[in-house]
């Protein structure tokens, strides 16, 4: 297990260049790895599986404790990645098929690296991972409706069939995950030390995969995907802190909000552009793996040399008594 445990330190360490080597190969080989790419649904299906074996009841139980906090890291994730994706896209004129994929993108739910991101961070890991979980199952209702609400006058879309695709890909497999960890717990704890490798290399997988599938059109839009896609990252990073800051949030709650509103659930959004929209559409998401993993590890590390002071509790305290105090790792 101490060599699975180096492994797995050495690929999530690493990822941001793992990911550039996978975005590299795609680029000047991409026929080594295009036919991966119908394999996306597997792999995301998968990972949700994984995040359901190493969820617990007190990760779902802390979702009552902190109320204030969950939603507006919720409300932030909902409204201002949609938006801002919407807005970049404006401001860019991107072409109808890159806007639908970046509006995508910004509909999504935040993606599991963020937990990570966190953890690096010291922030307060228990609220980035119920913020996750909350806005996983929002997705479920909030995607389509905000695809359809941004998008619609750009392409036909079913927004009950993309729900339904959405709670098959997402939600199914992170219940099958809850279901093996209450009734096949030894089998899980056998799992749980390749989780984080395994999530690492799907990631690789998922978005070099789909790069290579575009990318001819990717070299035809030059790299104004990478700049629309990073606008829209650190964008979201930007107001997601300042509204954690204006709503008074703690130190440790405003870097998990701002963490979760900036970082993207790119495989989901890839399988979703795969399945309903133009081929280009996949491409923001294909990028934004490295982009939201390089950014995010960075502002971690920012954060992870300066130590959170002690501060007055929160709202979240006045609403439930039983909060848990702020992460704060040393």
């Given at each position: 297990m101490n060599a699975v445990g180096a492994i797995g330190n050495l690929i999530t360490k690493y990822l941001p260049i793992w990911i550039l080597?996978?975005?590299?190969?795609a680029l000047w080989i991409p026929d080594s790895l295009a036919g991966g790419s119908p394999y996306s649904l597997y792999v995301v299906m998968g990972l949700m599986l994984l995040m359901g074996i190493t969820l617990t009841p007190k990760d779902i139980t802390s979702i009552a404790k902190k109320p204030v906090s969950i939603l507006i890291g919720t409300a932030c994730h909902y409204t201002v990645m949609p938006l801002l994706a919407y807005g970049v896209a404006w401001l860019l004129n991107l072409g109808p098929e890159l806007t639908i994929g970046?509006?995508?993108?910004?509909?999504?739910a935040s993606g599991s690296a963020s937990n990570v991101m966190v953890y690096l961070a010291k922030g307060d890991l228990t609220l980035a991972v119920s913020l996750g979980l909350v806005s996983t199952f929002a997705s479920i209702l909030l995607t389509?409706?905000?695809?359809?609400?941004?998008?619609?006058?750009?392409?036909?879309?079913?927004?009950?069939?993309?729900?339904?695709?959405?709670?098959k890909m997402v939600v199914a497999?992170?219940?099958v995950g809850l279901l093996m960890k209450t009734f096949l717990p030894r089998l899980c704890e056998h799992i749980i030390p390749f989780v984080g490798p395994a999530s690492g290399i799907a990631?690789?997988?998922?978005?070099?995969?789909?790069?290579?599938?575009?990318?001819?059109?990717?070299?035809?839009?030059?790299?104004?995907?990478?700049?629309?896609?990073?606008?829209?990252?650190l964008g979201g990073f930007t107001l997601g802190y300042l509204i954690s800051r204006f709503t008074r949030r703690t130190e440790g709650a405003t870097r998990a909000v701002t963490l979760e509103t900036g970082m993207q659930n790119g495989g989901v959004a890839i399988v979703l552009a795969q399945t309903y929209f133009d081929p280009i559409a996949v491409l923001p998401s294909a990028v934004s793996g490295a982009v939201h993993?390089?950014?995010?590890?960075?502002?971690?590390?920012?954060?992870a040399a300066r130590t959170i002071e002690e501060e007055a509790p929160t709202t979240d305290a006045s609403v439930v008594t039983n909060d848990e105090p702020e992460l704060t790792r040393d």
């Open positions: 080597i996978g975005l590299g190969i970046l509006v995508l993108l910004g509909c999504v389509p409706l905000l695809v359809q609400f941004l998008i619609g006058e750009l392409v036909s879309i079913s927004a009950s069939s993309m729900a339904l695709d959405i709670a497999p992170i219940a990631l690789v997988f998922i978005c070099s995969a789909n790069f290579a599938a575009g990318q001819s059109a990717f070299l035809a839009s030059g790299f104004i995907i990478i700049a629309a896609v990073l606008m829209h990252n993993v390089f950014t995010g590890s960075t502002l971690a590390r920012f954060w």
